[in-house]
């Protein structure tokens, strides 16, 4: 399995999921407050993620169950893709609330799909360690983006070119969803 191209590209795409869940995480408050946010507000964004992300993962479990995770899986990028554009003109709370509802849904998405996906592609005999490394994996880029998008932001000293590689990585993961994730050909006897 982690000799299989198919493996190295889901883990890319979870790694490039982490890297902007924890991106949005970290600076959805900094960026809510740089536009005149309260700081209660601000944080009562993170909270609204929470509860869309319930939705998400509910909602696109049993989308994955019913389509397939692969097409659940387009689909929560297809929804980031959406939320991380609307970031880029939201401004006030009514806007970035909307932000969080949409952003949240495809973040809880990800989370329900991935290890189902892994199991469907790759089986369950060695599930375990299989979904282990593209969890381990998906943490570098979960430490990596915080960082990254912080650094931008102190240099730009604006998030717009931070969230412009947010959504960039994301098309570019859906991409790789599209072309290389591609359900196992089981050879029937």
């Known amino acids: ?32 407050k740089d536009s005149g946010i ?6 009562s964004i993170v909270s609204v993620v929470g509860a869309a992300s319930i939705a998400g993962r509910l909602i696109m479990g049993s989308t994955g169950d019913k389509l397939g995770n692969r097409r659940a899986l387009i689909i929560c990028f297809i929804v980031l893709v959406a939320a991380l554009s ?39 005999m060695s599930h375990g360690v299989n979904f282990g490394m593209v969890l381990f994996l998906g943490q570098i880029g979960g430490a990596i983006g915080p960082v990254v998008t912080g650094r931008i932001f102190d240099v730009a000293h604006s998030y717009q070119w931070a969230f412009v590689i947010l959504i960039a990585a994301s098309v570019g993961a859906l991409i790789l969803t599209i072309t290389q994730i591609k359900p196992v050909q089981v050879n029937k006897p």
């Open 1 to 32: 399995t982690m000799r299989t191209r198919q493996f190295w590209a889901v883990c890319a795409v979870y790694l490039i999921v982490t890297y902007t869940a924890q991106s949005v995480m970290i600076h959805i408050i900094l960026y809510a």
């Open 38 to 43: 309260t700081k209660s507000q601000a944080a």
């Open 86 to 124: 609307w970031l880029q003109l939201a401004k006030g709370l009514w806007m970035l609330y909307l932000f969080a509802i949409v952003y949240g849904f495809a973040h809880g998405g990800f989370f329900a799909v991935m290890s189902p996906l892994v199991a469907e592609l790759f089986g369950t």
